[in-house]
């Protein structure tokens, strides 16, 4: 559990940052705070788990129920994260192709060490993704786990170059499309945006991620573990 910065350390610039982002999405309506938020990425390795993970232990510290759903069906590592063991037959891709899936949905829903706090991981990798990712039982999935919490937060794999999560965007009512400081390049950003936008995604945010203190201190952002160590 070592990429948890906001246990492992609470005062830290990193875990200020990411309650300021809590309280930014839980502001950003005045209707109503979103149920379920997407995060995704450009690319592979901005930081899109790291972030939603701790995103969602910001919100169970709060006292509210939060369930990360992984939804990155390739390369998901939110079960590495806290440490919870992936069945290959107790995950969401398990779940999406389950015909009792209604009465057998308690037990694919696995509780963290994170009060509060819980995980469907990915299970085993499917050769389809996308195509379960856009099943009509998917969206009944998810619509049926927003009345069990209080927040869901949909782990989705990177916008470029793959289809998965433009499916699962219809599902969230925010999508947080993470930035990887001085690596990403503006026009992968604006295309990711723009592919988002083409599918009706909404309210789309970006977070800039990994940014190091050292080359701005007054800059409100985020840091990696390994750059606060």
Request: glycine letters at 4%; hydrophobic letters at 35%.
């Amino acid at each position: 559990m070592n990429e948890l910065i906001i246990i492992e350390r609470p005062y830290s610039s990193f875990s200020e940052e990411i309650k300021r982002v809590r309280t930014n999405i839980k502001f950003s309506s005045v209707d109503e705070t979103p149920k379920v938020i997407m995060t995704t990425s450009s690319f592979p390795g901005e930081g899109k788990s790291f972030i939603s993970a701790n995103l969602g232990v910001a919100f169970a510290l709060n006292d509210e129920k939060v369930l990360i759903i992984d939804c990155d069906l390739r390369k998901g590592k939110q079960n590495k994260i806290f440490g919870i063991t992936n069945s290959d037959d107790e995950g969401f891709s398990n779940l999406l192709i389950d015909k009792n899936w209604e009465e057998n949905l308690s037990k694919f829903v696995k509780k963290t060490k994170v009060k509060n706090l819980y995980l469907l991981p990915t299970g085993p990798f499917p050769a389809n993704p996308s195509e379960l990712l856009e099943t009509k039982k998917c969206k009944k999935i998810i619509d049926t786990l927003k009345d069990k919490f209080d927040l869901i937060i949909l782990d989705c794999p990177p916008v470029l170059g793959l289809n998965d999560s433009l499916v699962v965007s219809s599902y969230a009512d925010m999508t947080l499309l993470v930035v990887k400081h001085k690596d990403t390049k503006l026009e992968s950003v604006s295309k990711s945006k723009k592919s988002l936008e083409n599918v009706g995604a909404k309210k789309i945010y970006a977070i800039l991620n990994q940014i190091d203190s050292k080359d701005n201190p007054y800059y409100s952002g985020y840091y990696t573990h390994e750059e606060e160590k």
